[in-house]
């Protein structure tokens, strides 16, 4: 069966750094996009990152770009989000996504605090 499991958050101050990590099962993972979620309290989630099958194509919503890096290693089956800079508004639950055979799995989930 399809598992996501991320790992790699905690509390860090502002301009500090993070990297989460995503490890898959179930699936073969060179043959999906990926994407990485947030959701911050009392609000809804968002799309953060995403990855094409080989790594080639990323994209990031404006408020992470030039601070977030996305980037996977298809033989490790794993998924990275590295976040630099980091900054109060990042705080939340960040979560790894796939849409496999037109279902939708995510993780856990790993919370990021920022805060001083």
């Known amino acids: 069966q399809v598992q996501l499991v991320e790992s790699g958050g905690g509390l860090v101050q502002p301009g500090g750094s993070l990297r989460l990590s995503c490890a898959a099962s179930?699936?073969?993972?060179?043959?999906?996009?990926m994407t990485w979620y947030r959701q911050a309290p009392g609000k809804e989630r968002e799309l953060v990152a995403g990855?094409?099958?080989?790594?080639?194509?990323?994209n990031y919503a404006d408020a992470v770009k030039g601070r977030f890096t996305i980037a996977r290693d298809n033989a490790k089956n794993t998924m990275y989000l590295q976040m630099n800079t980091l900054k109060l508004d990042d705080t939340g639950v960040y979560y790894c996504?796939?849409?496999?055979?037109?279902?939708?799995?995510w993780g856990q989930g790993t919370q990021v605090t920022v805060s001083s």
């Open positions: 996504k796939v849409v496999h055979v037109f279902n939708a799995y």
């Open positions: 179930g699936f073969t993972f060179s043959d999906y996009a």
């Open positions: 990855i094409s099958r080989d790594g080639r194509v990323r």
